[in-house]
């Protein structure tokens, strides 16, 4: 289904300092960062993406590279010096102050890094803040306070002050606070960054398990590549105030767009991000159940391989057969392999690398990708998974074989011999 776009970046500009409106021409026709006089800063250089509804879309970048300036104009926070930004199909730039706050009241949430809690406030009164600004009756807006404090996991600590709370807890408040004002968009600005790192990692989940719930289109930006290639649906790398790349974290890591983004990504944990569905290959051997212990046979033979796997004649995966069951089949005159077919463990395409160690080991044929629906897609053998971990050179068919099949004389005897299918 295709997803509307939530927000739409055009060619944007946001410059500091002296003369901005001269120093987007001055970039425009080609002069870079650098060269621009020194009482001028360019944070944001003719940025264009777009964000798709029910998204999480990170910014990523080092220290400098214009992330925060970006989604602070993003909300308006910072007016943009050139170039447009779109919320829902509504225009952000140029948005008189007052239908721009009325904007943030309903469009447009923020989670900040160091959370900005209301110190004198409880923390149900800090969730409650925005929805009393939009005028919610007090009873209503409390209710809603209590139920979006469970949905964040601060159930029961309502009364408490901010004080009170550990970093952990008191991000969840700002996050509760955004998510109570349920506008559709969320700008998160290094939102988990001062945490603990098991903090953040268990703030960097219950994201997730809210997304799912939510649905929000969420903006979020960090300088952790990790973080980013966990969150992302897809992320965009900015470098000295310019997007380098915009894709899914797969595409970033195995298809980066210059040397700055792969040497970014040279260090990231691939088990975790690339999934099985990324890596995986055509099945070279895969048989209906119809098929017979003679084609299963040959079809074992002529790849080079022990075992096969079967499938429905909609591609759903049964199990699978060895060659030596399939011989015994056919020496007994079966036509079916139906009584030979042994369960075979599947996993799905969004499967992660680093949960295919086991039953790549436990398995005579490679590990077998499905769908939804259990249909077949692919398959992984061992030495794809082991290459894909070490960005190597993608393995010969003759490295794919995982265990050794029958010799080939004695499946050509078997063949040629009268009987049987």
Known sequence: MTRNVAVKVDHLYKVFGRKPKDAVEKLKAGLTRDQLPSSTTAAVIDASFEVLEGEIFVVMGLSGSGKSTLI????????????????NQEELTGMSSARLREARRTKIS??????????????????????????????????????????????????????????????RVGIARALAAD??????????????PLIRREMQEQLIELQGQLG????????????????????????????????????????????????????????RVLSAGSVMEP?????????????????????????????????????MITDRDALKLLRQGENSLSSKIKPLDTVHRDTPLIDLFVPSVESPLP????DQDDRLLGVIPRVTLLAALAAATPPTEEMSVLQAPLPTDVVDAALNAK???
């Not at 602070?72 to 919320?87: H, K």
């Not at 601060?154 to 004080?163: A, I, R």
């Not at 298809?255 to 260090?267: E, G, R, S």
């Not at 119809?290 to 759903?316: C, E, I, Y």
């Open 110 to 171: 923020m989670v900040f890094q160091h959370f900005a809690l209301l110190p004198h406030r409880t923390v149900r009164d800090n969730v409650a803040y925005p929805l009393e600004q939009n005028g919610v009756p007090k009873a209503q807006r409390l209710a809603k306070a209590d139920e979006t404090l469970k949905m964040v996991g601060l159930d029961g600590w309502g009364d408490k002050m901010p004080s009170e709370l550990s970093g952990g807890m008191q991000q």
């Open 283 to 319: 099945a070279r051997a895969h048989i209906t159940e119809q098929a017979g212990p003679r084609n299963a046979l040959r079809a074992m033979r002529d790849n080079f391989l022990s075992a096969a796997v079967v499938t429905s004649r909609d591609r759903k995966v049964l199990g």
């Open 419 to 421: 009987g049987g299918e």
């Open 72 to 87: 602070r104009t993003l909300n308006g926070l910072w007016e943009a010096t050139d170039g447009s930004i779109s919320i």
């Open 183 to 196: 506008t559709d968009i969320l700008l998160m600005d290094e939102a988990f960054s001062a945490l603990d």
């Open 216 to 271: 929000k289109t969420i903006v979020f930006i960090t300088h952790d590549l990790n973080e980013a290639m966990f969150l992302g649906d897809r992320i965009a790398v900015m470098r000295d105030g310019q997007i380098v790349q915009v894709g899914t974290p797969e595409e970033i890591l195995t298809d980066p767009a210059n040397d700055y983004v792969a040497q970014f990504v040279q260090d990231v944990d691939r088990a």
């Open 367 to 370: 590990v077998t990708v499905t």
